[in-house]
Structure formats: structure tokens, C-alpha cells
């Protein structure tokens, strides 16, 4: 069983063709993740692409079947999968735009035919993956004996993918990724291709880069879903796109049309003409309307929004803008006549657009000298400078705009929102200065308390005493503005509040002096209950309604930075009832979508590992500690990836560059730990050993590694980036070890096991990705990575049943 | 002669069940808008006698330009009508005129005709609709359907309403019919005195309010009325 090659193929050859070939799969899940998120919404690619990686776990199952069949045919076999691989990842995105097949998930709860769809959808991009795996898989089965190295090259393919995939998102445009990427398993597949089994391989690999050539040049239609912004501005008369570009941070395109006005929330005394603006999107989405600047502009539209308030109040001389997107903000600080004015901005091709292209519509905005944009997320800003700079008013972008996707970013991480942001920022105001948030009114309430609450726990963790005369707030007929103040409002802010509310139709909410008759001068709403939970969250009994309103409203933290998650179970019937059932699926879709991942992932998971049992009868022993082995590993070094992205978006700053950094970071370290591993001897003892490190490690982690954190942010980049990968790289390297280890045993003892322990390994890990989320969601990140402790120590165990 | 009996024989025997199947459909519309008013409207409080006729004698079915999706006319839902726009549910036209109290004499402009449905209800009650369409596909459509219907009292524009109808202004009413961020002032302006706006205000994906605004001399006073959500129904087939 050992070289089935050597008569036709060296190692080496295999080797590099396996490293070629993890690195198309991983850029392909990135690719496909990428297109699906523009199209359709991320949430959505988290639903296909956990089920198309389960094609890992078929293929387990395919060789534990046919186990016999497949080591005598694959020398013809592997290169002919590696080729399918490719041939599928170029045909599968342009099958899956047919009018019969395109799926769209906005209509998954309301239209029955979309369920045929999504199962289509969901075999068509199963197949690339089942190929690429089921060729790693007998790889690894082949290779058993050297699996270390073997695992070495599929872990390290896999983090230069990570990188490769950052090059072609800012190059190409999504659709025309797929058949670039393909040409790497067809490459793969070639090098591997035997001398006596050729022909077909040679005319699926002339196929394959011919299709590879046809798609790159004359991509197939994309049909960005009807429901998403984009598509609607398009319906718009005159609409059309007037820049279009690639992205790491998704396809960037702005619309330009003569209705499509910026006025968010606008006073009714305003009579002017409402300006018309651009947009931009990114990945179809509303990122920002493109302002144009005037130094002597007679009005700036915000003046008439309750955004207006640090202004009214008083001069503010700098002012820092976080997600500052296209710079409306900015704008308005500077006809305030500010004097330093900064913005926080985590899209660079949006900075660069506004920099160059667009430079001249936004009236220069982005290179006024007054101006400072600083390419970052806003979170990592706070971090940074705070205690090195301080501002006159703080202001954050207003919370659920219109366009905006507050269902589907229940389960964002939203750091720039979490207490412990908001005491950053406080820490970043001058003696007179403000923090501002804005937030459209919903109903039933659910952003304008959690803000409001977090302000208020804000300045009671700061010490302030009286904290009525620290947070002011006004309402418009659709949003409003909380302003929080080191030092109490005074009288005459007060009266200039008052005076500029009488001329906009705006009624204050919150002032030292306010009666209730003020609250509701110009704007009722349905009944007083809003104005009562205001009351309450500033009262002493705001953990009752914590605990009794029928929405998440307990400031988001950074162990639970899901600003925008609300749904509770008992707050089921309630929206029911309001709303009726149909409408239910749409107020917190992104969980949902989580649950519902999970749920699909978990039986078809099953289904791979349970059908395998049948096929092992005869070889009955060690089925359990497999199982729990491998399933453990899955589990636990997912749990451990998605906490490590997680923090380390925090600290690096860059999402996209950060979870790159992170997930090249980890395979590297554990394809090196991998390649260690193979000359580790006595191997049920070292496995054991090793595990019992890893939740050594963990268990420290859990408690020493946001605190690490949170000491170096500020430290110098360098130092930062040595940190941050030490960090990563000491429990991977460990993390690579596992798994080969575990092969290489079931190789010396029960090799049928293998590809079972494959598919279990891959199910396993597709199911840990959702499951991490809700884990996340409901108990912290601390329980996310305790949980992944327990899986190592699980595996320990494991390991100690077989050695008995 | 015989010839002449044996024609009128056959044309009977399959006109008769074919002028009975339309002449039952014709029924069945007419029970289920009934029983919508009586199963949806009345229970929910719409009691303006006017309100509740002009919904009992529009055809809401006409207005739904698939075929396939008649048969949900009535029902208690919105429907899609293409281009991303739905025909709201029953209640919420209804909702939306009764709480803008119409009255004979009134000249009320619609924003976002859609459909036609709501101009049609409307049509029912007041002298004069005015509606304006921001997308022309729609715009025509529902032009051939007021046509078709004979209702001489709808004024029809493909156009963007931002900018209302000035030449028809001022309103004693205004009803808007697509979400929106901001309230365009020339609607504003365009309101009577005393006048009143209903308007849904929010996102498209998020719940919207449904928001009464009253001209008041030189006030604006604004009400809200009632959580709305958009449902992105099936599209139209």
C-alpha cells in the first residue's frame, strides 16, 4: 500500500500537486464566499458554502464505501478528480445563473419553488469541493504513513491560498476568479497525470482551460438579486453605473441618478432643494452618498437633521467622524467651521475613489487640508490613540440607516459599539467636548435603547454624578441624537437646544428641565411606552427591563459585540402578533440564517458519519474513540480559528488583512506542526501529550489572551504584528500536530478507519463554523474557546480508550 | 329552420356554462371583497362608511397585472406587481384612506402609484386623484387599467414625485405610497393648510412607520401611526 506512484510519479510530484491544489480550494471557498456575498448577502454564501464543504465529509464517506476500488484505481484516478475539480469550480457559478436554478434568499420564506432551488444550487457547488476533496482524502489514505508531510503540504497550499485570493479579489472582478483559480487543480492534476492513464485527463484538462480562457474573458451574468440596494437604485430613472472596480472588500460601483436624494431624516421646516448625490455600494450594498463639499455652501443638509446637536450646542474645533464612509460627516464639521476634522475609514478603494476619481464631485473633500482620513477600522482607532489624542466631538454614524442591513448584521461584530469602545472615546473627548450617536427610531424600540443604555452605563462605570445633566437628547419625526458630556449641559447649550428643536419641528427627549408636554410638542408617537423605557434605563430598575423586555437591550461588550442582535424567544409572539407571521423570518435574518445553517449542516453531517458505520462492520473496534477524535479536532480547531479571527480584527485593525493574517497564520504554523509531527514516534502517547497541551493552552487563552491584547493594541505596528503572530502560531503549531498524528496511528492499527476519520474531521468542522457563531452569540467568546478546550481534552481521552 | 334550432342549440349548450363561469367568478370576486371587508377591515377598526363602500366596489383583482397571483387578491397580504414594488394588503389601503377622512369634494394626490389599487379606492370616495409614478412600466400599466375601468376622475403622470403636482396644488390630501427617508418639502408645500399627509417612513427591509403629518399654519405636526413591513413577496411571474 505504500508507494502506489512510484511507478509513475515521484513524492515530490505529489506532494507540490496537493499544495497546488489546497491552494485552488481554499481560494475557491474564499471566491465563492466573495460572489455570493455581492449577489445575494454573506450570510447566505455562510449557508451554501457550509453545505458544499461537506463535500469533504462525502468524500470520507465515498472511500470508506469503496475503499478497495479506489486505491487500485488511483494512480487514474487522483489527477482525473484534481481535473474535475477545476472543470467544476469554472461551470458550476455560470450553471448556477440559469434562470431555472437562480435561487434568491429573500424569497426563501414566502416561495416555495426556492427550496428545489436552493437544493440545486447546493449540489451544483457541493461538486467542486467533493472532487478536490475526495483526491486530497485518497491522498492522505495512500500516503497514510507519511501523512505529516503530506497534511504539511495540504495546511501550507491552504495558507498561501489564504494570501493568493487577496491579489485576485483587487484585481478581477468575482466572476472572473473561478476559471483563474481553476487553471491551479487542472495544473495540480497534470503534474500528477500517470503514463499509462492519460487520456481522459489530457481531454478534461483541454476542456477545462479552454472553458478556464471562455469564462475569464466573457464571464457569465451576474443578476444581482432584485432585493438588494443596487438593484432597486437601478429601477430609478436614469440610473446608471459610472464607476465600477474590484475589491479585496467586495465590488465597489456608484450609481449615479437624478432622484436619488440625501436627506436623512431632514427637518420639515427645510425648503430648499434636497441635494443629488451619487452613491457608491459595495458588493450592491449602500456604503455612502458622495457629498459635494462647499466651504461656502449656503446650508449643509445636516444642519437640519438632529445630527446637527454637537453643533448647536456649541463650536467644536476638532472633531473625529468614525465610519465615516463617503464623508457626508465630514463635510458638515467643516461648514461648522471646524478646524480639524477626522475621519475614520475601514474601505481604502472607497478612499482612494474619493481621493481620485471622484475627487472633483465632492468638491475635494478627501484632500481638504483640514481633513485627515485614516484607513482603519474605527474600533482599532480608539484602541490606538487613545490618551494620544483628544477631540472636540466624537460622532458615530447614525445606527440602522435606511439601506442598511440591521437584520442582517445580527451576528457582526460590531466593536465600535461595545462599552468598552464607548469608554475609549470618552477618554478621547476635551473637558467640554461630546460623544454623539445617532440612531433611526424603530419600533418596538431596540437601537435607540441599547444605545441609550449603553451611554447611561457609559457614565455611571465614569463616575458622573447626576447623570441627567450629562446626556442630552432630541427627536425628529424619524430619528433622533443622544449627546453625552464630560461636564454638565449648561444653561445656554440648553436654550440654544431648545430654540434650534422649536425651529426644525424637532422635540427635545432628554434635558436637565424637561417636562413631558416638551417630549411630544411637534412628533407623537403611538403611546408614552418609549419615553417610560428612556426613563427606566436612566432609573435604578434598568436590570429589570434588561431582563423583561422582550428585546436584547444590555449594552453590547467586547466578549459580545453584537450590537445588532435583539431577537429573544419570548419576543416571538409578541412580533407575531405585530406584524404577522409572514414578516417573522425578515426582522433578524442573519440569525436565522445561522440557525438554519446549522441545523442543515448537522443532519447532512450525520448522514456522512453515521452511513460509513454501515460499511465497517467487520471492523468494529476503535469505531468510538474515532469518532470522538477526529469530531473533536473538527470542532475545536474551528472554534479556535473563528476566536482568533474574532480578536485579532480587533487588534490588527483591517478585517480583510486581519482575518488573512489569521488564517494563513494558523495553517502555516500547523502545517509546520504537521510536518514535526511525522517524526514524532510513539504516537498514542505523543497524541495524548499534544492534546493535553493544546487545552493547556486554550484554557490559558481563555482567560490571558484578551487582556494581552488589549496591553499591546497601542503598541507600535511592529511589535504588534510579532505579538499578534506569536500568539497565533504557538497553539497552531501544536493544533497541526493532532490530526496527522491520529492518521498515522489508525494507519498502523485500523486503516479502514481513515477515510471515515476524514469525513468525520471535515463534517465536523463545517458544522463548528455555525454552531462557533451561536455559541458566540448567546454565551461569549470566552465559552467559544472553553468549548474548544474540552475538544482537545475530549480528543486526550480519545486517545487513552484506544491506547486501552 | 332546423339547421337554424340546431345552432342555437350547440351555442347554448357551450356558451351557457362558459357565461355561467365568468358570470361565477364575477360573483366569487364580489363575496370574497365581503368577506374581506368583513374578516379583515371591520375587525381591525376601519368604520368610515366611505372607506369600507370604496372598498366593497373595487376590483382589487384588475389591478394585479399576473394572472396567477388574482387568486390571492383578496386576501390578507400584499402582493408582487414586478419592478420590486408590491400592492399593499387591504388593510393598510384601507388604513391609509380612512385616516386622511375623504370627503367628496377633496382633491388628493397620490405618490407612487404602483398598482393603481389605492388611486382606484380613492377614485371611489373624492372628486379629483392625482397620481404620479416613478417607474414608466408601471405608469402605463396602470393608465390602460383606469382606462379600461372608466375611472375619469384619475389623473395619471410618469414622473418622479419628488417635485408633487404643482399645477393641481394645493391638496386637501396627500398620500404616499413608497418608503422613504425624508419628506420631499414640494409635497409640503403642495398640502393645504389643515391639510394631511400620510406617508410610510424606513427602510425597505426594516419596519417602517406609517406617519400622519398635519399642516398647521406655520406647525407641522407629525404622528406615528403604526409599525409597517415590507415583504419581499414573489416576484411577478
Given at each position: 500500500?505504500?508507494?502506489?506512484?512510484?511507478?509513475?510519479?515521484?513524492?515530490?510530484?505529489?506532494?507540490?500537486?496537493?499544495?497546488?491544489?489546497?491552494?485552488?480550494?481554499?481560494?475557491?471557498?474564499?471566491?465563492?464566499?466573495?460572489?455570493?456575498?455581492?449577489?445575494?448577502?454573506?450570510?447566505?454564501?455562510?449557508?451554501?458554502?457550509?453545505?458544499?464543504?461537506?463535500?469533504?465529509?462525502?468524500?470520507?464517506?465515498?472511500?470508506?464505501?469503496?475503499?478497495?476500488?479506489?486505491?487500485?484505481?488511483?494512480?487514474?484516478?487522483?489527477?482525473?478528480?484534481?481535473?474535475?475539480?477545476?472543470?467544476?469550480?469554472?461551470?458550476?457559478?455560470?450553471?448556477?445563473?440559469?434562470?431555472?436554478?437562480?435561487?434568491?434568499?429573500?424569497?426563501?420564506?414566502?416561495?416555495?419553488?426556492?427550496?428545489?432551488?436552493?437544493?440545486?444550487?447546493?449540489?451544483?457547488?457541493?461538486?467542486?469541493?467533493?472532487?478536490?476533496?475526495?483526491?486530497?482524502?485518497?491522498?492522505?489514505?495512500?500516503?497514510?504513513?507519511?501523512?505529516?508531510?503530506?497534511?504539511?503540504?495540504?495546511?501550507?497550499?491552504?495558507?498561501?491560498?489564504?494570501?493568493?485570493?487577496?491579489?485576485?479579489?483587487?484585481?478581477?472582478?468575482?466572476?472572473?476568479?473561478?476559471?483563474?483559480?481553476?487553471?491551479?487543480?487542472?495544473?495540480?492534476?497534470?503534474?500528477?497525470?500517470?503514463?499509462?492513464?492519460?487520456?481522459?485527463?489530457?481531454?478534461?484538462?483541454?476542456?477545462?482551460?479552454?472553458?478556464?480562457?471562455?469564462?475569464?474573458?466573457?464571464?457569465?451574468?451576474?443578476?444581482?438579486?432584485?432585493?438588494?440596494?443596487?438593484?432597486?437604485?437601478?429601477?430609478?430613472?436614469?440610473?446608471?453605473?459610472?464607476?465600477?472596480?474590484?475589491?479585496?472588500?467586495?465590488?465597489?460601483?456608484?450609481?449615479?441618478?437624478?432622484?436619488?436624494?440625501?436627506?436623512?431624516?431632514?427637518?420639515?421646516?427645510?425648503?430648499?432643494?434636497?441635494?443629488?448625490?451619487?452613491?457608491?455600494?459595495?458588493?450592491?450594498?449602500?456604503?455612502?452618498?458622495?457629498?459635494?463639499?462647499?466651504?461656502?455652501?449656503?446650508?449643509?443638509?445636516?444642519?437640519?437633521?438632529?445630527?446637527?446637536?454637537?453643533?448647536?450646542?456649541?463650536?467644536?474645533?476638532?472633531?473625529?467622524?468614525?465610519?465615516?464612509?463617503?464623508?457626508?460627516?465630514?463635510?458638515?464639521?467643516?461648514?461648522?467651521?471646524?478646524?480639524?476634522?477626522?475621519?475614520?475609514?475601514?474601505?481604502?478603494?472607497?478612499?482612494?475613489?474619493?481621493?481620485?476619481?471622484?475627487?472633483?464631485?465632492?468638491?475635494?473633500?478627501?484632500?481638504?487640508?483640514?481633513?485627515?482620513?485614516?484607513?482603519?477600522?474605527s474600533r482599532?482607532?480608539l484602541n490606538?490613540?487613545r490618551?494620544?489624542?483628544?477631540?472636540?466631538?466624537?460622532?458615530l454614524?447614525?445606527?440602522?440607516?435606511?439601506?442598511?442591513?440591521?437584520?442582517?448584521?445580527?451576528?457582526?461584530e460590531e466593536y465600535y459599539l461595545t462599552k468598552e469602545a464607548f469608554e475609549r472615546m470618552w477618554d478621547?473627548?476635551?473637558?467640554?467636548?461630546?460623544i454623539?450617536v445617532?440612531?433611526?427610531?424603530?419600533?418596538?424600540?431596540?437601537?435607540?435603547l441599547k444605545i441609550f443604555a449603553t451611554l447611561v452605563e457609559l457614565a455611571e462605570e465614569k463616575e458622573v454624578?447626576?447623570?441627567?445633566?450629562?446626556?442630552?437628547?432630541?427627536?425628529?419625526?424619524?430619528?433622533?441624537?443622544?449627546?453625552i458630556?464630560?461636564?454638565?449641559?449648561?444653561?445656554?447649550?440648553?436654550?440654544?437646544?431648545?430654540?434650534?428643536?422649536?425651529?426644525?419641528?424637532?422635540?427635545?427627549?432628554?434635558?436637565?428641565?424637561?417636562?413631558?408636554?416638551?417630549?411630544?410638542?411637534?412628533?407623537?408617537?403611538?403611546?408614552?411606552?418609549?419615553?417610560?423605557?428612556?426613563?427606566?434605563i436612566?432609573?435604578?430598575?434598568r436590570?429589570?427591563?434588561y431582563?423583561?423586555?422582550?428585546?436584547h437591550i444590555r449594552p453590547a461588550t467586547d466578549d459580545k459585540p453584537y450590537f445588532?442582535?435583539?431577537?429573544?424567544?419570548?419576543?416571538?409572539?409578541?412580533?407575531?402578533?405585530?406584524?404577522?407571521?409572514?414578516?417573522?423570518?425578515?426582522?433578524?435574518?442573519?440569525?436565522?440564517?445561522?440557525?438554519?445553517?446549522?441545523?442543515?449542516?448537522?443532519?447532512?453531517?450525520?448522514?456522512?458519519?453515521?452511513?460509513?458505520?454501515?460499511?465497517?462492520?467487520?471492523?468494529?473496534?476503535?469505531?468510538?474513540?474515532?469518532?470522538?477524535?477526529?469530531?473533536?479536532?473538527?470542532?475545536?480547531?474551528?472554534?479556535?480559528?473563528?476566536?482568533?479571527?474574532?480578536?485579532?480584527?480587533l487588534?490588527?485593525?483591517?478585517?480583510?488583512?486581519?482575518?488573512?493574517?489569521?488564517?494563513?497564520?494558523?495553517?502555516?504554523?500547523?502545517?509546520?506542526?504537521?510536518?514535526?509531527?511525522?517524526?514524532?514516534?510513539?504516537?498514542?502517547?505523543?497524541?495524548?501529550?499534544?492534546?493535553?497541551?493544546?487545552?493547556?493552552?486554550?484554557?490559558?487563552?481563555?482567560?490571558?489572551?484578551t487582556?494581552?491584547?488589549e496591553?499591546?493594541?497601542?503598541?507600535?505596528?511592529?511589535?504588534?504584528?510579532?505579538?499578534?503572530?506569536?500568539?497565533?502560531?504557538?497553539?497552531?503549531?501544536?493544533?497541526?500536530?493532532?490530526?496527522?498524528?491520529?492518521?498515522?496511528?489508525?494507519?498502523?492499527?485500523?486503516?479502514?478507519?481513515?477515510?471515515?476519520?476524514?469525513?468525520?474531521?471535515?463534517?465536523?468542522?463545517?458544522?463548528?463554523?455555525?454552531?462557533?457563531?451561536?455559541?458566540?452569540?448567546?454565551?461569549g467568546f470566552?465559552?467559544?474557546?472553553?468549548?474548544?478546550?474540552?475538544?482537545?481534552?475530549?480528543?486526550?481521552?480519545?486517545?487513552?480508550?484506544?491506547?486501552? | 329552420?332546423?339547421?337554424?334550432?340546431?345552432?342555437?342549440?350547440?351555442?347554448?349548450?357551450?356558451?351557457?356554462?362558459?357565461?355561467?363561469?365568468?358570470?361565477?367568478?364575477?360573483?366569487?370576486?364580489?363575496?370574497?371583497?365581503?368577506?374581506?371587508?368583513?374578516?379583515?377591515?371591520?375587525?381591525?377598526?376601519?368604520?368610515?362608511?366611505?372607506?369600507?363602500?370604496?372598498?366593497?366596489?373595487?376590483?382589487?383583482?384588475?389591478?394585479?397585472?399576473?394572472?396567477?397571483?388574482?387568486?390571492?387578491?383578496?386576501?390578507?397580504?400584499?402582493?408582487?406587481?414586478?419592478?420590486?414594488?408590491?400592492?399593499?394588503?387591504?388593510?393598510?389601503?384601507?388604513?391609509?384612506?380612512?385616516?386622511?377622512?375623504?370627503?367628496?369634494?377633496?382633491?388628493?394626490?397620490?405618490?407612487?402609484?404602483?398598482?393603481?389599487?389605492?388611486?382606484?379606492?380613492?377614485?371611489?370616495?373624492?372628486?379629483?386623484?392625482?397620481?404620479?409614478?416613478?417607474?414608466?412600466?408601471?405608469?402605463?400599466?396602470?393608465?390602460?387599467?383606469?382606462?379600461?375601468?372608466?375611472?375619469?376622475?384619475?389623473?395619471?403622470?410618469?414622473?418622479?414625485?419628488?417635485?408633487?403636482?404643482?399645477?393641481?396644488?394645493?391638496?386637501?390630501?396627500?398620500?404616499?405610497?413608497?418608503?422613504?427617508?425624508?419628506?420631499?418639502?414640494?409635497?409640503?408645500?403642495?398640502?393645504?393648510?389643515?391639510?394631511?399627509?400620510?406617508?410610510?417612513?424606513?427602510?425597505?427591509?426594516?419596519?417602517?412607520?406609517?406617519?400622519?403629518?398635519?399642516?398647521?399654519?406655520?406647525?407641522?405636526?407629525?404622528?406615528?401611526?403604526?409599525?409597517?413591513?415590507?415583504?419581499?413577496?414573489?416576484?411577478?411571474?
Open positions: 500500500m505504500v508507494s502506489f506512484f512510484s511507478k509513475f510519479d515521484n513524492q515530490h510530484r505529489m506532494l507540490i500537486a496537493l499544495g497546488i491544489h489546497s491552494i485552488a480550494i481554499i481560494a475557491y471557498q474564499l471566491a465563492l464566499m466573495q460572489m455570493l456575498s455581492f449577489i445575494q448577502w454573506h450570510h447566505f454564501a455562510y449557508m451554501i458554502i457550509s453545505i458544499a464543504m461537506l463535500g469533504f465529509g462525502a468524500s470520507g464517506t465515498l472511500v470508506v464505501i469503496a475503499r478497495k476500488w479506489f486505491i487500485n484505481k488511483a494512480e487514474w484516478i487522483i489527477p482525473l478528480l484534481m481535473i474535475l475539480a477545476g472543470l467544476f469550480m469554472i461551470v458550476t457559478f455560470p450553471l448556477s445563473r440559469q434562470e431555472a436554478i437562480q435561487f434568491d434568499v429573500y424569497l426563501l420564506f414566502t416561495e416555495f419553488r426556492q427550496f428545489p432551488k436552493l437544493a440545486l444550487n447546493y449540489i451544483l457547488f457541493f461538486l467542486p469541493f467533493f472532487f478536490g476533496a475526495l483526491a486530497i482524502g485518497l491522498i492522505f489514505i495512500i500516503y497514510s504513513k507519511k501523512i505529516g508531510v503530506y497534511y504539511f503540504s495540504n495546511l501550507i497550499g491552504s495558507g498561501v491560498g489564504g494570501i493568493l485570493v487577496l491579489f485576485i479579489f483587487s484585481s478581477f472582478y468575482p466572476e472572473q476568479s473561478f476559471p483563474l483559480i481553476a487553471i491551479l487543480p487542472v495544473l495540480s492534476g497534470i503534474i500528477v497525470i500517470s503514463k499509462k492513464y492519460y487520456k481522459l485527463q489530457i481531454v478534461f484538462s483541454i476542456i477545462a482551460l479552454f472553458l478556464s480562457v471562455f469564462f475569464f474573458f466573457k464571464p457569465s451574468d451576474i443578476h444581482v438579486s432584485e432585493y438588494k440596494s443596487l438593484s432597486k437604485t437601478m429601477t430609478l430613472p436614469e440610473a446608471e453605473i459610472i464607476h465600477s472596480e474590484p475589491d479585496v472588500h467586495g465590488v465597489v460601483n456608484v450609481v449615479s441618478s437624478p432622484a436619488m436624494r440625501y436627506a436623512p431624516g431632514v427637518s420639515l421646516s427645510f425648503r430648499e432643494n434636497m441635494p443629488v448625490k451619487p452613491s457608491v455600494f459595495v458588493n450592491a450594498e449602500v456604503f455612502g452618498n458622495i457629498p459635494k463639499h462647499d466651504d461656502n455652501a449656503k446650508f449643509n443638509i445636516h444642519d437640519y437633521t438632529t445630527m446637527a446637536l454637537p453643533y448647536v450646542m456649541n463650536e467644536r474645533d476638532s472633531v473625529l467622524v468614525l465610519n465615516a464612509a463617503t464623508g457626508n460627516a465630514l463635510s458638515h464639521a467643516l461648514n461648522n467651521d471646524a478646524k480639524c476634522v477626522t475621519g475614520v475609514i475601514e474601505n481604502s478603494a472607497v478612499i482612494d475613489l474619493l481621493k481620485n476619481d471622484f475627487s472633483y464631485e465632492s468638491g475635494e473633500l478627501f484632500l481638504n487640508p483640514k481633513v485627515n482620513i485614516v484607513y482603519q477600522e482599532a482607532y490606538e490613540y490618551g494620544k489624542k483628544s477631540f472636540d466631538a466624537i460622532k454614524p447614525l445606527l440602522d440607516a435606511f439601506g442598511g442591513t440591521a437584520g442582517l448584521n445580527a451576528l457582526s478621547m473627548i476635551n473637558d467640554d467636548g461630546v454623539v445617532s440612531s433611526w427610531m424603530d419600533y418596538p424600540p431596540r437601537n435607540t454624578e447626576n447623570i441627567k445633566d450629562h446626556i442630552i437628547g432630541i427627536r425628529s419625526w424619524g430619528n433622533l441624537s443622544f449627546a458630556k464630560k461636564t454638565p449641559v449648561t444653561d445656554s447649550e440648553i436654550k440654544k437646544i431648545r430654540d434650534f428643536c422649536d425651529k426644525m419641528f424637532f422635540d427635545p427627549l432628554l434635558l436637565p428641565d424637561i417636562s413631558d408636554e416638551e417630549r411630544v410638542k411637534f412628533n407623537i408617537l403611538e403611546d408614552d411606552s418609549f419615553f417610560n423605557y428612556i426613563d427606566e436612566m432609573g435604578d430598575n436590570d429589570n427591563l431582563n423583561e423586555y422582550g428585546f445588532s442582535q435583539f431577537m429573544r424567544l419570548s419576543s416571538v409572539q409578541y412580533l407575531r402578533d405585530l406584524f404577522g407571521p409572514a414578516q417573522m423570518p425578515f426582522l433578524e435574518i442573519g440569525y436565522l440564517i445561522v440557525v438554519i445553517t446549522f441545523a442543515q449542516s448537522l443532519l447532512l453531517a450525520l448522514l456522512f458519519i453515521v452511513l460509513p458505520l454501515f460499511f465497517l462492520k467487520r471492523t468494529g473496534a476503535g469505531k468510538f474513540p474515532t469518532l470522538l477524535y477526529f469530531g473533536a479536532l473538527g470542532l475545536g480547531y474551528m472554534f479556535v480559528e473563528i476566536i482568533l479571527i474574532q480578536r485579532f480584527v487588534y490588527f485593525g483591517h478585517p480583510i488583512y486581519a482575518i488573512t493574517a489569521v488564517i494563513s497564520a494558523m495553517l502555516l504554523s500547523s502545517g509546520a506542526g504537521s510536518y514535526f509531527s511525522s517524526k514524532i514516534q510513539n504516537i498514542r502517547k505523543n497524541a495524548s501529550k499534544v492534546n493535553l497541551l493544546i487545552a493547556g493552552f486554550l484554557l490559558l487563552y481563555a482567560f490571558i489572551l487582556p494581552l491584547i496591553l499591546t493594541i497601542s503598541s507600535d505596528i511592529v511589535f504588534k504584528i510579532i505579538t499578534g503572530l506569536l500568539l497565533i502560531s504557538i497553539p497552531s503549531f501544536f493544533m497541526g500536530m493532532p490530526f496527522p498524528l491520529g492518521i498515522k496511528y489508525l494507519s498502523d492499527n485500523n486503516e479502514n478507519h481513515i477515510g471515515w476519520a476524514w469525513g468525520i474531521n471535515g463534517s465536523i468542522s463545517v458544522i463548528a463554523t455555525s454552531l462557533a457563531m451561536l455559541v458566540a452569540v448567546e454565551g470566552r465559552m467559544v474557546i472553553l468549548i474548544a478546550m474540552a475538544c482537545y481534552l475530549i480528543a486526550f481521552f480519545a486517545m487513552r480508550i484506544y491506547k486501552n | 329552420m332546423f339547421k337554424t334550432r340546431f345552432r342555437a342549440v350547440i351555442y347554448i349548450t357551450f356558451l351557457l356554462p362558459i357565461i355561467l363561469l365568468i358570470l361565477s367568478f364575477t360573483d366569487e370576486y364580489v363575496q370574497q371583497r365581503e368577506q374581506m371587508v368583513e374578516n379583515q377591515l371591520i375587525p381591525r377598526g376601519i368604520t368610515d362608511k366611505n372607506t369600507l363602500r370604496a372598498m366593497r366596489e373595487t376590483p382589487r383583482h384588475l389591478f394585479i397585472p399576473s394572472a396567477a397571483q388574482r387568486r390571492f387578491a383578496y386576501q390578507d397580504r400584499p402582493l408582487p406587481i414586478g419592478y420590486g414594488q408590491t400592492i399593499s394588503q387591504p388593510y393598510i389601503v384601507a388604513y391609509m384612506t380612512q385616516i386622511i377622512e375623504p370627503k367628496s369634494d377633496y382633491r388628493v394626490l397620490e405618490i407612487g402609484t404602483g398598482s393603481g389599487y389605492q388611486a382606484a379606492v380613492l377614485a371611489e370616495i373624492v372628486d379629483e386623484v392625482y397620481t404620479i409614478e416613478i417607474v414608466e412600466e408601471l405608469g402605463k400599466h396602470s393608465i390602460k387599467v383606469f382606462d379600461k375601468l372608466e375611472y375619469e376622475n384619475v389623473d395619471v403622470k410618469i414622473d418622479d414625485g419628488y417635485y408633487g403636482w404643482e399645477e393641481y396644488a394645493p391638496f386637501d390630501a396627500i398620500v404616499v405610497t413608497a418608503a422613504a427617508e425624508h419628506i420631499p418639502p414640494p409635497l409640503i408645500e403642495q398640502l393645504k393648510d389643515g391639510g394631511k399627509m400620510i406617508i410610510p417612513v424606513g427602510s425597505p427591509f426594516h419596519t417602517q412607520q406609517l406617519m400622519l403629518v398635519e399642516k398647521d399654519g406655520d406647525d407641522i405636526i407629525t404622528k406615528n401611526l403604526m409599525p409597517v413591513r415590507f415583504v419581499p413577496f414573489r416576484r411577478a411571474e
